[in-house]
């Protein structure tokens, strides 16, 4: 199973961890994992490149995280459409995502 937490700041959401594997199929041919896996990078992309909004990101072992050093409404509403996008695929893939948030 995929986990997803999503960070929580004063009221705005300023980061996410995603580790696991949804196991809907094998390593390679699994459509959740390869669904999570683009929208992560283009959530990251987005808030580093396109916004250059400074995060820190780390990608290794199965498991991507990003953090704002200064959440703004544009981050927030950037990792928010993530999260939501996850749990729209989590719904349609039942038991393939766990979704949670954590005030940090």
Known sequence: MITAIFYKKSGN?????????????????DIVCAGVTSAVQLTANL???????????VAQDNIVS???ENVCEVSS???DGLRNHLELISQQ????????????
């Open 93 to 104: 893939f039942e038991g393939t995502i766990s979704l949670k948030i954590s005030e940090v």
């Open 66 to 68: 990003l953090k704002v």
């Open 77 to 79: 509403k950037l990792i």
């Open 47 to 57: 808030i580093t490149e396109s916004f250059s909004i400074k995060a820190e990101v």
């Open 13 to 29: 959401l300023s980061g996410f961890k995603v580790s696991g594997h949804a196991e809907y199929d094998d390593i390679g041919f």
